[in-house]
């Protein structure tokens, strides 16, 4: 998409791929533009040589597939900076690679009973307060069996309320955070949300 790219860091973990590192480069500075905390890792993928050296090695740093997600959060960020050059960061819950939301949650639930969940460590208080803003969409599904996606999320918005970094989502009745790129054609109808929401929160707070 115009200048923009991918990039992420693909390791392979028993019969798992998982995605960790992952960032959307605006131009070609190193800062932050601002950070995203979601789900889990969907559709982007390592492409030819770097899918195989994935495959050889059980890691792989390399550019990769814009996803939907991605295409929207690009979208976002066109819509609320005026100049873009820089990095928006890609954070997750957990990081194992699943397009439906809920399978997702099951396979994470599953991985973290069974033991076979790697050790990731989150990012710490001074790489978050790197960010201008985050930005929370992990999503609004709920189940009273999910005990370690629960525990996921009363993590992250520990880290994220320590950084005393402005932070902000599209809010359920129930206060959960909308992802950002629904199913469906309401695409266009989160992603103005989320500018709105945006615009709302930090008026008068950043400069972009």
């Given at each position: 998409?115009?200048n923009?790219?991918?990039?992420?860091?693909?390791?392979?973990?028993?019969?798992?791929?998982?995605?960790t590192?992952?960032?959307?480069?605006?131009g070609t500075?190193?800062?932050?533009?601002?950070?995203?905390?979601?789900?889990?890792?969907?559709s982007?993928?390592?492409?030819?040589?770097?899918?195989?050296?994935?495959?050889?090695?059980?890691?792989?740093?390399?550019?990769?597939?814009?996803?939907?997600?991605?295409?929207?959060?690009?979208?976002?960020?066109?819509?609320?900076?005026?100049?873009?050059?820089?990095?928006?960061?890609?954070?997750?819950?957990?990081?194992?690679k699943k397009?439906?939301?809920?399978?997702?949650?099951?396979?994470?639930?599953h991985?973290?009973?069974?033991?076979?969940?790697?050790?990731?460590?989150?990012?710490?208080?001074?790489?978050?307060?790197?960010?201008?803003?985050?930005?929370?969409?992990?999503?609004?599904?709920?189940?009273?069996?999910?005990i370690?996606?629960?525990?996921?999320k009363?993590?992250?918005?520990?880290?994220?309320?320590?950084?005393?970094?402005?932070?902000?989502?599209?809010?359920?009745?129930d206060?959960?955070?909308?992802?950002?790129?629904?199913?469906?054609?309401?695409?266009?109808?989160?992603?103005?949300?989320?500018?709105?929401?945006?615009?709302?929160?930090?008026?008068?707070?950043?400069?972009?």
């Amino acid at each position: 998409m115009g200048n923009v790219k991918a990039i992420a860091t693909f390791q392979l973990v028993g019969d798992e791929i998982y995605r960790t590192n992952t960032f959307l480069q605006f131009g070609t500075a190193r800062k932050s533009l601002g950070a995203a905390v979601m789900l889990n890792p969907g559709s982007s993928e390592l492409q030819g040589e770097a899918r195989k050296k994935l495959f050889m090695n059980g890691s792989h740093t390399d550019e990769t597939t814009i996803d939907e997600t991605m295409r929207q959060l690009i979208q976002f960020m066109k819509k609320t900076h005026k100049k873009l050059d820089g990095r928006l960061h890609i954070y997750n819950l957990f990081y194992v690679k699943k397009t439906n939301s809920r399978e997702a949650i099951e396979l994470f639930e599953h991985l973290k009973v069974s033991g076979k969940y790697p050790t990731i460590i989150p990012p710490n208080l001074y790489e978050m307060q790197q960010h201008p803003w985050i930005l929370i969409g992990w999503g609004v599904e709920k189940k009273k069996s999910w005990i370690h996606f629960e525990q996921e999320k009363e993590k992250w918005l520990e880290i994220i309320r320590d950084s005393e970094v402005p932070y902000f989502g599209v809010l359920s009745k129930d206060n959960e955070y909308y992802h950002p790129c629904p199913n469906g054609p309401d695409k266009s109808v989160r992603l103005q949300q989320l500018v709105n929401v945006y615009n709302e929160t930090f008026k008068n707070k950043i400069h972009v």
